[in-house]
């Protein structure tokens, strides 16, 4: 079955830390590109983050930058958002999608998508 | 950074209807935009990917359309399934369009 799978989110406190997991099956891994996107409730979405696929690269939303990281575990088919320092407007369901485009210094519209997982940053 | 606009957005139409729905860069992107449909509690479904391009099992009512600045989407004979939020997105630097709410 094609499928990404999100895993991680919770309810938090300002300052708090998550990392958030997403798995792979049934799908090209690790010639691909992924990415994090977010949406805050009632709002549309922003994407976050992107990682190579191979891990080389990355690359972050500005607000994000200094707090959250992206990485990969290819053999598990698996990527993360570690998320440090977090904020009440951090708050937003995060999706993690596919880049279409399977290779090296490539990048092309997110075909794939999570279910989302729901990040609570709140005292 | 480059400034997506996206209009309407809201749309009202009926069964049958041709909408449209726009979006404009703040400079010239070449033809990479797509766009996505989200309904309620979804995850986004891909439509259309560099500029025109359907993605596989997209019906055929859908279309894609512009270059450099200005973009389109195109749903002819629109039908009761389309009430959903569309969004565009350039991936120069994968920022997304504000959204359009479509009421069928």
């Known amino acids: 079955q094609v499928q990404l799978v999100e895993s991680g989110g919770d309810v938090v406190h300002p300052g708090g830390s998550l990392r958030l997991s997403c798995a792979a099956s049934g799908i090209s891994f690790s010639s691909h590109a992924f990415h994090w996107v977010r949406q805050a409730p009632g709002e549309g979405l922003k994407w976050v983050a992107a990682i190579s696929y191979d891990g080389s690269n990355k690359d972050y939303l500005d607000s994000v930058k200094g707090r959250f990281s992206i990485f990969r575990d290819n053999p598990k088919n698996t990527f993360y958002l570690q998320m440090n320092s977090l904020r009440v407007e951090d708050t937003a369901i995060y999706y993690c999608?596919?880049?279409?485009?399977?290779?090296?210094?490539?990048?092309?519209?997110?075909?794939?998508w999570g279910q989302g997982t729901m990040v609570t940053v709140s005292s | 950074d480059i400034q997506m606009t996206q209009s309407p957005s809201t749309l009202s139409a009926s069964v049958g209807d041709r909408v449209t729905i726009t979006c404009r860069t703040s400079q010239n992107i070449g033809s990479w935009v797509a766009w996505f449909q989200q309904k309620p509690a979804k995850a986004p479904k891909l439509l259309v990917y560099?500029?025109?391009s359907l993605e596989n099992g997209v019906p055929s009512r859908f279309s894609g359309g512009g270059s450099g600045t200005d973009f389109t989407l195109t749903i002819t004979s629109l039908q009761p399934d389309d009430s959903a939020t569309y969004y565009c997105?350039?991936?120069?630097?994968?920022?997304f369009g504000q959204g359009t709410k479509v009421e069928v």
């Open positions: 560099r500029t025109s």
């Open positions: 997105q350039q991936y120069d630097d994968w920022t």
């Open positions: 999608a596919r880049d279409k485009c399977g290779g090296a210094d490539c990048h092309d519209a997110f075909d794939i």
